[in-house]
């Protein structure tokens, strides 16, 4: 789907919902995908993107942001402590903050250089034992050990199971950002961000419905 008719399912979707146009981000996931289709989407104007793997971002990044200027760059994939010092130099955005030894590498990386991404912190909606993420019972505590350390993340992210209805994931990851006091909420794909939008997402994450299907799943 071209990514203007993306961008005219968002329109839609914020009016729908009552939201104000603009209201949602559209982070257009490149992971994986040739390069000219994203070069394609680039010369659109486009200039949010995201990615799964700091290698591979690193590996592309640096030359397109000389090439078209600012944009953003979020990360949306797992990450690891020993990359940890590559993802705050290359990303705009982490999406991934899923652990507290990830939370104290990202404090200790905060104090020597004085900033970091804004930080989305994952919660497990779906309490999968294979997926990433802090289980809602303990996202409490993990919020209060990252204002302990100086983090301030700036909203919630979830990935619902697959092949069930995302809508109650969507919805208890708003009504946690809201006991929290937190405005971001990443969710939302390509299947589902429509409903997410209606959930009060601030930040979709759409890959295949931009720039067609991945070459090899992740
Ligand atoms: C790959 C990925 C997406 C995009 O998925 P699509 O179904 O292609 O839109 C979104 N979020 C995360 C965390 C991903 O890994």
Same mark, same amino acid.
Not at 40 to 45: E, R, T
Not at 106 to 135: D, H, I, M
């Given at each position: ?30 992971? @994986? ?23 591979? &971002?690193? &590996? ?12 953003? @760059? ?14 705050? $130099?290359?990303? $705009? ?29 994952? @919660? ?25 350390? $100086? ?43 429509? &409903? ?16 067609? &299907? ?5």
């Amino acid at each position: 789907m071209a990514l203007v008719d993306i961008q005219e399912r968002i329109r839609q979707a914020e009016r729908a919902a009552d939201r104000p146009e603009g209201a949602v981000a559209l982070i257009a996931v490149s992971k @994986v995908q040739p390069p000219d289709r994203v070069e394609a989407v680039l010369a659109q104007g486009h200039r949010m993107f995201g990615e799964n793997y700091v290698q591979e &971002a690193a &590996a592309k990044w640096p030359a397109w942001r000389d090439r078209f200027g600012p944009l953003e @760059v979020h990360m949306i994939g797992p990450l690891q402590s020993n990359k940890a010092k590559q993802a705050v $130099d290359l990303f $705009d955005a982490i999406h991934t903050l899923d652990r507290p030894s990830l939370a104290q590498k990202l404090a200790g990386l905060q104090q020597t250089r004085g900033s970091l991404p804004r930080l989305f912190v994952q @919660v497990n909606t779906g309490e999968e034992p294979q997926k990433a993420g802090v289980l809602p019972a303990d996202l409490p505590a993990f919020l209060r050990d990252c204002r302990a350390m $100086d983090l301030s993340p700036i909203g919630l992210m979830c990935i619902p199971p697959e092949g069930q209805d995302s809508t109650p994931h969507f919805a208890m990851l708003a009504r946690m950002a809201a006991e929290h006091g937190l405005a971001g909420l990443s969710m939302g794909m390509s299947g589902d961000f429509e &409903a997410a939008i209606a959930h009060g997402a601030t930040h979709i994450r759409v890959g295949s419905a931009i720039f067609g &299907a991945r070459s090899y799943p992740v």
